[in-house]
């Protein structure tokens, strides 16, 4: 049996070198993926409710009419958005041809489509009235 604490000299010695950590190839890759992984964890949801994809108050200064007009625009581009991605799910690269070319326009739509919502709303305006002949 050791007496004293002569046996714990090696954790205080200021001589000793800090004990280094290695990962092995598992261990890295864990890593990477959890670092990866974590940057996304607010989700992209939260990027599109930033602001990121329309400007606040750029309908403002647009009459009723035109903001139905418009909304109705964003719509049917919203859907023809989403046939052109239903179109690309069919081949192989589809997911990522929807990633990288369409997700963007999606969500300009999408977030178009919102705002204008938005503006209707604070306008009291009726979306389901007719368009105006011009």
Same mark, same amino acid.
């Given at each position: 049996?050791?007496?004293?604490?002569?046996?714990?000299?090696?954790?205080?010695?200021?001589?000793?070198?800090?004990?280094?950590?290695?990962?092995?190839?598992?261990?890295? %890759?864990?890593?990477? !993926?959890?670092?990866?992984?974590?940057?996304?964890?607010?989700?992209?949801?939260? %990027? @599109?409710?930033?602001?990121?994809? %329309?400007?606040?108050?750029?309908?403002? @200064?647009?009459?009723?009419?035109?903001?139905?007009?418009?909304?109705?625009?964003?719509?049917?581009?919203?859907?023809?958005?989403?046939? @052109?991605?239903?179109?690309?799910?069919?081949?192989?690269?589809?997911?990522?041809?929807?990633?990288? %070319? @369409?997700?963007?326009?999606?969500?300009?739509?999408?977030?178009?489509?919102?705002? !204008?919502?938005?503006?209707?709303?604070?306008?009291?305006?009726?979306?389901?009235?007719?368009?105006?002949?011009?």
């Amino acid at each position: 049996m050791v007496r004293g604490l002569s046996h714990l000299s090696h954790i205080c010695n200021p001589h000793r070198g800090k004990p280094r950590i290695r990962l092995g190839a598992p261990g890295l %890759v864990t890593a990477i !993926l959890c670092a990866t992984l974590g940057s996304c964890s607010g989700g992209f949801q939260s %990027v @599109y409710n930033t602001g990121l994809w %329309v400007q606040p108050g750029k309908y403002d @200064y647009i009459k009723c009419p035109d903001i139905a007009a418009r909304l109705r625009n964003a719509i049917a581009q919203q859907k023809s958005i989403e046939k @052109y991605m239903e179109r690309a799910d069919q081949e192989a690269a589809g997911p990522f041809i929807n990633f990288t %070319v @369409y997700g963007a326009q999606l969500e300009q739509a999408r977030a178009d489509e919102a705002l !204008l919502r938005q503006t209707a709303r604070e306008k009291n305006c009726d979306l389901t009235a007719p368009p105006a002949k011009k």
